[in-house]
């Protein structure tokens, strides 16, 4: 970016500002390249109050949207109620959303009881996007009947984006704000609890653990009926199984947490061969699910192993080469990441830690950059399905902090836990088979540090703790 020739950088523009020199801003909105315009107008920070925000309104002409989106963004920044007419007038006619959707939004940021009928109109826009901007603007003014009655009414319209900003815009407002961190609420569950193994049935485990105590979920379900762990009466009970766990799961995750599920569609063998075999798309039925429970989706990620390792399923198909007869070799499984809903952004998340925290659990070196992840099996000779230790840590360095609380609901042979304590977090699992907890405190080097409970022993102490939930009892 250049002016008369000189390389144009933020500190000339701070220096400007500094020094009231505003001949500066006038000149190079007048007479200077797009580019240059762009970049001031970017860069250009806080204004004081008595800067001449008129300047802007040279560009208000410009061919170029992205920097009339700006212009308008600064005019906002004047709180000065005589560029309202200016703004409304360009929201109403502008051809750029972008540029109407943030007029609307300086209207909104003036603030002044004069924005009131012009944000009134901007409720009734074609684009939802300046809808919700005439009804971020309104909201200081909620109390007002007019605009009550109004808000009221953009309630009932049949748009979800528009719905959802509403509910969450309002009930941020009214909510009362807690100043204590989330980490101390139930600090008695998460210091007795931390760095445990629960033998049991999580249903019945999962019942009894507080609310928003825990701060990331990794899991892989049994394979319905895939492995002989894992025997269902159908394959609804098994989903309706699932769902009731994934139901307490997201009642304990901290709000704006994660839970990624790992699962694969499995196929369940024919009979005889008379028979057809079943396959089931566990990820994608076990999807809407997760989304009717609360989550919002995040992402979809791929673990593709390397083909040797998948069962092969096309031997037939190689000799004989009729079509119909073709079966892919399955040399993937599903790592869907979930969010327990919050309209919170994620850097709500990041400042409930201390910077330490914070630059202690950064994610160092190479890492995964794509929603592919090339990553080798791991075999156990005491359980059948057990994650690969590289996934497991990838999961937890990329989904939580130093000294969080990982949670495995189907533990199996812990690999959670043991991954969770190699990146200095903490873990809480919950596994049925008593063989697998065993081999698990056997195996794992933390074993000493590690607090085995079996599920009536967990639920004496929730009751000594005094935080048993009085509905279930210890039978
Ligand atoms: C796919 S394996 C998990 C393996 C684990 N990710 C690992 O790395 O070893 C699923 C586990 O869930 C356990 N399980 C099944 N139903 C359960 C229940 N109701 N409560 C707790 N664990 C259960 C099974 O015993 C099995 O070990």
Redesign the pocket.
């Known amino acids: 970016m250049t002016m008369n020739g000189h390389q144009l950088t933020k500190q000339d523009i701070e220096q400007a500002k500094q020094n009231k020199n505003y001949s500066f801003f006038t000149k190079i909105f007048s007479s200077e390249s797009d580019s240059t315009r762009y970049f001031v107008l970017r860069k250009i920070g806080r204004l004081p109050r008595d800067f001449p925000f008129e300047v802007f309104t040279d560009l208000v002409k410009t061919s170029n949207h992205n920097i009339r989106v700006l212009l308008v963004k600064n005019l906002g920044k004047s709180e000065n109620p005589s560029f309202i007419d200016l703004l409304s007038r360009i929201a109403a006619t502008d051809t750029n959303s972008n540029v109407r959707r943030e007029c609307v939004s300086s209207i909104g940021r003036i603030g002044t009881q004069t924005a009131i009928s012009i944000l009134l109109k901007f409720l009734e826009d074609r684009d939802s996007r300046v809808v919700v901007q005439a009804i971020r603007g309104l909201l200081p003014f909620r109390h007002n009947k007019d605009v009550k009655s109004a808000l009221q009414k953009v309630n009932l319209m049949d748009d979800e984006v528009v719905g959802q900003t509403i509910k969450e815009m309002i009930s941020d407002k009214q909510k009362v704000k807690v100043k204590q961190p989330l980490q101390t609420i139930h600090n008695g569950f998460t210091n007795s609890f931390s760095n445990t193994l629960i033998c049991g049935?999580?249903?019945k485990i999962l019942k009894q653990v507080p609310d928003n105590v825990l701060h990331l979920c990794f899991t892989?379900?049994?394979?319905y009926n895939a492995k002989d762990?894992?025997i269902y009466r159908s394959y609804k009970d098994y989903l309706d199984f699932l769902t009731r766990v994934f139901r307490e799961v997201y009642r304990v995750l901290q709000e704006g947490r994660f839970f990624i599920l790992n699962t694969s569609p499995v196929l369940v063998p024919r009979m005889s061969r008379k028979h057809q075999s079943q396959r089931y798309l566990i990820p994608f039925d076990i999807h809407p699910c997760l989304i009717d429970i609360g989550f919002d989706f995040i992402d979809d990620i791929i673990w593709v192993k390397p083909e040797p390792s998948a069962k092969n399923r096309n031997g037939g198909f190689l000799q004989h080469r009729k079509p119909l007869a073709y079966k892919a070799n399955s040399v993937c499984e599903y790592v869907i990441v979930y969010r327990k809903h919050t309209n919170k952004l994620i850097d709500w998340n990041l400042r409930q830690y201390s910077n330490e925290t914070v630059e202690k659990s950064k994610v160092r070196g190479e890492y995964e950059k794509s929603n592919v992840w090339h990553i080798a099996p791991s075999t156990s000779k005491f359980?059948p399905?057990?994650?690969p230790k590289e996934l497991t840590s990838n999961v937890i360095k990329f989904y939580s902090f130093t000294d969080d609380i990982i949670f495995d609901?189907?533990?199996?042979?812990?690999?959670v836990g043991t991954v969770a304590c190699e990146l200095g977090r903490k873990f809480f699992l919950?596994?049925?088979?008593e063989s697998?907890c065993d081999n698990f405190l056997k195996l794992s080097p933390n074993a000493l540090f590690t607090k085995y409970l079996s599920q009536n022993q967990f639920l004496e102490e929730l009751q000594r703790m005094k935080l048993l939930n009085n509905k279930i009892t210890t039978k």
């Open positions: 049935d999580c249903r892989s379900p049994p394979y762990y894992s359980h399905a057990v994650f609901p189907f533990a199996g042979s812990g690999t919950i596994e049925k088979e697998y």
